[in-house]
Nanobody, 121 residues
Framework: QVQLVESGGGLVQPGGSLRLSCAAS????????MGWYRQAPGKQRELVAS???????NYADNVKGRFTISGDNAKNTVYLQMNSLKPEDTAVYYC???????????????WGQGTQVTVSS
């Protein structure tokens, strides 16, 4: 079983920065892609950014130029650097991984437990 553990959320003032981390752990698996989603109260979960194992990244239009996703393949960890934060960035941020589990020969999509990001003065 693959597990994701997120960290780095918190309260920040508008214009501030936060860095989220998500580490994947488990036995005999590989990661095809990882990403960050967010869900604000009363809204649907939306993709924020994603990165594939080769390093190519994709961003939602409303975070381009402010957020940067990066990965450390050796540590099975993905990061989300969030700069110039706005109140509308307030949400629970979830890590997501598209994995391949060798024991079952299957792809497995895994979600983290979520971390709260609040942007407020």
């Amino acid at each position: 079983q693959v597990q994701l553990v997120e960290s780095g959320g918190g309260l920040v003032q508008p214009g501030g920065s936060l860095r989220l981390s998500c580490a994947a752990s488990g036995k005999a698996f590989s990661i095809n892609a990882m990403g960050w989603y967010r869900q604000a109260p009363g809204k649907q979960r939306e993709l924020v950014a994603s990165i594939v194992s080769g390093g190519s990244a994709n961003y939602a239009d409303n975070v381009k130029g402010r957020f940067t996703i990066s990965g450390d393949n050796a540590k099975n960890t993905v990061y989300l650097q969030m700069n110039s934060l706005k109140p509308e960035d307030t949400a629970v941020y979830y890590c997501n991984a598209d994995t391949y589990v060798y024991a079952t020969y299957r792809h497995l999509v895994v979600w983290g437990q979520g971390t709260q990001v609040t942007v407020s003065s």
